[in-house]
């Protein structure tokens, strides 16, 4: 098993920009999340999702978007690039009995 | 809501002697609590949970307790290592009910020296 998988691994864009971040797990777990990390922070939920079709949002919402068309599949979208929203990105996924949470590499991203 | 705090100075210990992590939420008294490891760089990883009925759980050489009186759980670990060295998150449940949706902590750092 992969576990969880998150692409790309670091992306530099510009202010206005768009992009996707990718992730994917293969443990069949219905419950998956995005978080981002500011240096010396803590994470903070963006987005999670309890099973396919079904999301909602978490603390820090704001300028983004996600879809989950799939169980495995949870992507990230991002319309328009800010610098605040240079960050670390992380993917998440979990059973949902205690919740036990099984991260991803991340995706680190600057907006410049 | 809920919050949860811990020490966000680093802590230096001597290789073998225990390390103490202390983390402290308010509100509300979760049905459990979590402790992930975080390298530098990496995704955090999950260490040990501990249930609200627990007063403590142990694996290898971690220790951690539960004190819904105190609202604190303390993690230990024992005879540390160079290799214990990473950032300790604690993580519980964001609202009350058991939702699934995790809040962490900042993050103790904890540097082991040889």
């Known amino acids: 098993n992969a576990g969880v998988t998150q692409t790309p691994k670091f992306r530099i864009l510009k202010i206005g920009q768009s992009m996707t971040l990718q992730c994917t797990q293969d443990?069949?777990?219905?419950?998956m999340y995005w978080y981002r990390q500011d240096p010396g922070m803590g994470l903070k939920l963006i987005y999670y999702?309890?099973?396919?079709?079904?999301?909602d949002k978490g603390e820090v919402p704001n300028g983004y978007n996600v879809s989950r068309s799939t169980t495995e599949d949870f992507p990230l979208r991002l319309e328009l690039a800010a610098p605040s929203q240079t960050s670390v990105y992380f993917c998440?996924?979990?059973?949902?009995?205690?919740?036990?949470?099984?991260f991803g590499p991340g995706t680190r991203l600057l907006v410049l | 809501s809920q919050k949860i705090e811990q020490n966000s100075e680093a802590l230096n210990i001597q290789e073998g002697k225990t390390a103490t992590l202390t983390c402290n939420y308010t509100?509300?008294?979760?049905?459990?609590l979590q402790w992930y490891r975080q390298d530098p760089g990496r995704g955090p990883v999950f260490l040990l949970l501990?249930?609200?009925?627990?007063k403590e759980k142990r694996k290898e050489r971690l220790k951690v307790t539960f004190d819904t009186t105190l609202k604190q759980s303390l993690f230990h670990i024992t005879a540390s290592q160079p290799a214990d060295s990473a950032t300790y998150l604690c993580?519980?449940?964001?609202?009350?009910?058991?939702?699934?949706?995790?809040?962490f902590g900042q993050g103790t750092t904890l540097q082991v020296k040889p």
């Open positions: 509100n509300y008294s979760p049905a459990y």
């Open positions: 443990m069949n777990h219905n419950y």
């Open positions: 999702s309890v099973g396919a079709g079904i999301t």
């Open positions: 998440a996924s979990s059973y949902p009995v205690e919740s036990v949470e099984y």
């Open positions: 993580a519980l449940d964001m609202e009350a009910g058991n939702t699934g949706k995790l809040i």
């Open positions: 501990i249930r609200e009925n627990e």
